[in-house]
């Protein structure tokens, strides 16, 4: 803008400016960038992206969430697309790669209907319009889960999870992430922080176990103390269980030999005191949240006491919702009211490590399940299947809803929205169309990472469609048949917030027509003698100042 000649500036030089359809272009191009890493590891025979931190460390995973969280994308746009993922990861704890592969779909035919002159906010209409109807017509296609609800559960966390870990186990997964759920879930709501997941590296998959009851880090301080106890008595003890420092410094004068052991037999007494009330409680198994006195750990472990220190303050709370019992912080009000109960405590040591089983705790509100694997690798692969599948069968347990997968309902919304457009006047109606064609991606990118023809199979689900809604692809055979039969279904979460997300992160994107990006400014040069390593102390360099 000039005027007289002179150009008025009302922008920060030193900021780079970006405009109209060069700025939508690029934030489109960042979308789909981002859509394209993770499109071949979608479906059942997606590909797995590996992943080398600084360190060297190496994570092979095909899980969308966690590629994208590692990647530390940088641009704006395309942050955008990865909270859709962190979205899912969080709300529903699966369909991230889908809900990136919709949203880049969006942008990508929003690019070409704008090439071809329809306005960016007639698009954003037409999405809004078609994200309402999807939604709708995902609820209308779902079922619910009905009196065979386990065995529903159990094919949603298949589902979820195939691709993520080797066939041969994701039964024994699935089986284990929903008997884990439902041990916990109250009134219809689990709550997944009482699932404590525990590695244990250098065993077989197949020894994956869950376990109702809670597994810590610890053992008993004696390693010659038995391994096993059959129905524990359970003492939690939230205290030090030593002798009592004073909170300033005293001095204790001793002139002769007796006197030393007089201060020793009452110190003893005071420890044995401690123990004996234990003891009288009636508990059997001691876990100390504080430290404890080898006098006294020795005491009870000599009685057939169990005992062990310095537990976490979150395994003590564990303990206790899966015990039954009650953390007391004065020992003399222990009694048996405050014990809690198990029907096994097992150790599995090797010297002074390993792992302590508290097994078949009734009613218990904690439980736990141990992931056994020959490698770091293959362990941090089954616990990334494991977390998806407890989220998902979460999902299930608290909306009791699923719908149709192996792309079903994505084809089926597709063909309802299409017909839908028709009754839209004006431009919108492409946008619509343009959303049905976004869903209509997920299944043909299930099928094209399968080595199946995807003109075939999309042409071969929607004429079965005609017959069967719940018509899906069978990556196997790349026949189209209903997935309900073949036990392949989802979450109606996943479906809803992933449509929801995924609009919503394409029409900001579509929102965006000026880009203002500052420059990264770098340190100012300092001169070596006023550096912080240049001085002996921590003093300031004295200065000659006259007055």
Request: glycine fraction near 8%; charged fraction near 30%.
């Given at each position: 803008m000039e005027?007289?000649?002179q150009?008025?500036?009302i922008?920060?030089?030193r900021?780079e400016?970006t405009k109209?359809?060069?700025?939508l272009?690029?934030n489109?191009?960042a979308?789909?960038?981002?859509a394209?890493?993770?499109?071949?590891t979608?479906?059942?025979?997606?590909?797995?992206?590996?992943?080398?931190?600084?360190?060297?460390?190496?994570?092979?995973?095909?899980?969308?969430?966690?590629?994208?969280?590692?990647?530390?994308?940088?641009?704006p746009a395309a942050?955008?697309?990865?909270?859709?993922a962190q979205?899912?990861?969080?709300?529903?704890?699966?369909?991230?790669?889908s809900?990136?592969?919709f949203t880049g779909?969006?942008?990508e035919?929003?690019e070409?209907l704008?090439?071809?002159?329809?306005h960016?906010?007639?698009?954003i209409?037409?999405y809004?319009?078609?994200?309402?109807?999807?939604v709708?017509?995902f609820e209308n296609?779902?079922?619910?889960?009905?009196e065979?609800?386990k065995?529903m559960?159990?094919?949603?966390a298949?589902t979820?999870?195939?691709?993520?870990?080797?066939?041969?186990y994701?039964?024994?997964?699935?089986?284990?992430?929903?008997?884990?759920?439902?041990a916990?879930?109250?009134r219809?709501?689990?709550?997944?922080?009482?699932?404590?997941?525990?590695?244990?590296i250098g065993?077989k998959?197949?020894?994956?176990?869950?376990?109702?009851?809670?597994?810590?880090?610890?053992?008993a301080?004696d390693?010659?103390?038995?391994?096993?106890?059959q129905?524990?008595?359970?003492?939690?003890?939230d205290?030090?269980?030593e002798?009592?420092k004073?909170?300033n410094?005293?001095?204790?004068?001793?002139?002769?030999v007796g006197?030393?052991e007089?201060?020793?037999?009452?110190?003893e007494?005071?420890?044995?005191?401690?123990?004996?009330?234990i003891?009288?409680?009636?508990?059997?198994?001691?876990?100390?949240?504080?430290?404890m006195d080898d006098?006294?750990?020795?005491?009870l472990?000599?009685?057939g006491?169990?005992?062990?220190?310095r537990v976490k303050?979150?395994?003590?709370?564990?303990l206790?919702?899966?015990?039954?019992?009650?953390?007391?912080?004065?020992?003399?009000?222990?009694?048996?009211k405050e014990?809690?109960?198990?029907?096994?405590?097992?150790?599995?040591?090797d010297?002074?490590?390993?792992?302590?089983y508290?097994?078949?705790?009734?009613g218990?509100?904690?439980?736990?399940?141990?992931?056994r694997?020959?490698?770091?690798h293959v362990?941090?692969?089954?616990?990334r299947?494991i977390?998806d599948?407890?989220?998902?069968?979460?999902?299930v347990?608290?909306?009791?809803?699923v719908?149709?997968?192996?792309g079903?309902s994505?084809?089926?919304?597709?063909?309802?929205?299409?017909?839908?457009?028709?009754s839209?006047?004006?431009?919108?109606?492409?946008?619509?169309?343009?959303?049905?064609?976004?869903l209509?991606?997920?299944p043909?990118?299930?099928?094209?990472?399968g080595?199946?023809?995807?003109?075939?199979?999309?042409?071969?689900?929607?004429a079965?469609?005609?017959?069967n809604?719940?018509a899906?692809?069978?990556?196997?055979?790349?026949?189209?048949?209903?997935?309900?039969?073949k036990?392949?279904v989802?979450p109606?979460?996943?479906?809803?917030?992933?449509?929801k997300?995924?609009?919503?992160?394409?029409v900001?994107?579509?929102?965006?027509?000026?880009i203002?990006r500052?420059?990264?400014s770098s340190m100012p040069?300092?001169?070596p003698?006023?550096?912080?390593s240049?001085y002996?102390g921590?003093?300031?360099?004295q200065?000659?100042?006259?007055?």
């Amino acid at each position: 803008m000039e005027k007289g000649g002179q150009p008025i500036i009302i922008i920060d030089p030193r900021k780079e400016e970006t405009k109209g359809k060069e700025a939508l272009s690029m934030n489109i191009a960042a979308a789909k960038a981002v859509a394209s890493i993770v499109k071949s590891t979608l479906g059942p025979r997606g590909m797995d992206k590996m992943l080398v931190n600084p360190i060297g460390d190496i994570t092979i995973t095909n899980d969308g969430a966690t590629i994208l969280h590692d990647m530390s994308i940088e641009h704006p746009a395309a942050k955008m697309v990865v909270e859709v993922a962190q979205s899912l990861e969080n709300s529903a704890g699966d369909g991230t790669t889908s809900a990136v592969v919709f949203t880049g779909t969006l942008l990508e035919k929003a690019e070409n209907l704008i090439d071809s002159g329809v306005h960016p906010t007639v698009i954003i209409k037409g999405y809004r319009l078609a994200a309402d109807k999807a939604v709708e017509l995902f609820e209308n296609l779902a079922v619910s889960t009905g009196e065979d609800e386990k065995k529903m559960l159990i094919e949603v966390a298949r589902t979820s999870i195939t691709g993520k870990a080797s066939e041969k186990y994701n039964r024994l997964i699935a089986e284990l992430c929903v008997d884990a759920v439902l041990a916990i879930s109250e009134r219809g709501i689990a709550d997944l922080k009482n699932i404590i997941i525990t590695n244990d590296i250098g065993g077989k998959i197949e020894d994956t176990e869950f376990v109702e009851g809670i597994v810590i880090d610890k053992v008993a301080l004696d390693k010659e103390f038995p391994l096993r106890i059959q129905n524990p008595n359970i003492a939690l003890i939230d205290t030090p269980m030593e002798v009592a420092k004073t909170a300033n410094k005293a001095k204790l004068q001793i002139t002769t030999v007796g006197e030393i052991e007089s201060f020793v037999k009452q110190e003893e007494a005071a420890l044995f005191e401690m123990a004996d009330y234990i003891i009288r409680a009636g508990a059997n198994a001691v876990f100390c949240s504080k430290g404890m006195d080898d006098k006294i750990a020795a005491y009870l472990q000599s009685r057939g006491i169990y005992a062990t220190r310095r537990v976490k303050s979150e395994d003590m709370q564990h303990l206790a919702d899966a015990t039954g019992g009650r953390p007391v912080r004065n020992i003399r009000e222990l009694t048996d009211k405050e014990l809690g109960h198990a029907g096994l405590l097992e150790q599995d040591r090797d010297g002074d490590q390993g792992k302590t089983y508290l097994r078949d705790c009734k009613g218990a509100k904690s439980v736990s399940i141990v992931i056994r694997g020959g490698t770091e690798h293959v362990v941090d692969n089954v616990e990334r299947a494991i977390d998806d599948a407890l989220k998902v069968v979460k999902c299930v347990v608290e909306d009791g809803k699923v719908v149709a997968g192996g792309g079903a309902s994505e084809i089926e919304v597709a063909l309802e929205l299409r017909s839908y457009a028709s009754s839209i006047g004006g431009r919108e109606q492409m946008a619509i169309r343009a959303f049905a064609d976004a869903l209509d991606e997920i299944p043909r990118t299930i099928a094209r990472n399968g080595g199946l023809d995807t003109i075939n199979s999309i042409v071969n689900l929607r004429a079965k469609h005609a017959e069967n809604k719940n018509a899906g692809l069978n990556i196997n055979t790349g026949a189209a048949e209903d997935m309900f039969e073949k036990g392949i279904v989802d979450p109606l979460r996943v479906k809803v917030n992933s449509i929801k997300a995924g609009s919503e992160a394409a029409v900001m994107v579509l929102r965006v027509d000026d880009i203002l990006r500052a420059q990264s400014s770098s340190m100012p040069d300092v001169k070596p003698e006023h550096m912080a390593s240049t001085y002996d102390g921590m003093s300031a360099p004295q200065l000659n100042m006259r007055r």
